[in-house]
């Protein structure tokens, strides 16, 4: 791996890895027949891909320190005891939800492809059958990457010297 640029894994033989991050979306709120229309709809999307490509689950830490901080700040300025008190009662809330890890499951269709211009074809082409079937996508940024990367690479332990890896 060379590196990561423009929301692509850059690979050593020129060849880029990139895709798209799919909006999560419940379908199971939905009535039994919007359920099978987007799971038709999907159907039929997948098969219109006539190139190899990962579905990739990927957990990602939920953060909501700056939120948290935000919080305590409007808490010392508060005089009114009940209101002080609802804050207070966010600030714990808020505070157990980060000391349990929680995590946001994100979702990424991956391709490779080296040519740059069929590459784009290819993204818009995944953005337009998943709007088809209902769901929201947008080209993978660096970020996301890096985070599949560190999932995968690292037992999903965040690194701050970036990440090696032999050969795809």
Known sequence: MQGINNGMILLRDQTKVT??????????????DEQANILTALKNFYNTIDYEFWLVVADRPVDIS????????LYQQQTNQQIRKLINQDIQKGNQFMSNNVVDTEYYLLFKEKNVEMLSKK????????ATAG???RQTSNDDLRIILENFLNGGMNTEFGTVMAGW
Not at 19 to 32: E, R, S, T, Y
Request: proline share 3%; charged share 15%.
């Open 19 to 32: 895709g798209v991050k799919i909006d999560p979306k419940n379908i199971f709120i939905l009535d039994a």
């Open 66 to 73: 700056v939120y948290l901080s935000q919080l305590q700040v």
């Open 123 to 130: 993204v818009r082409m995944l953005i337009n059958g998943l």
């Open 135 to 137: 769901l929201s996508a």
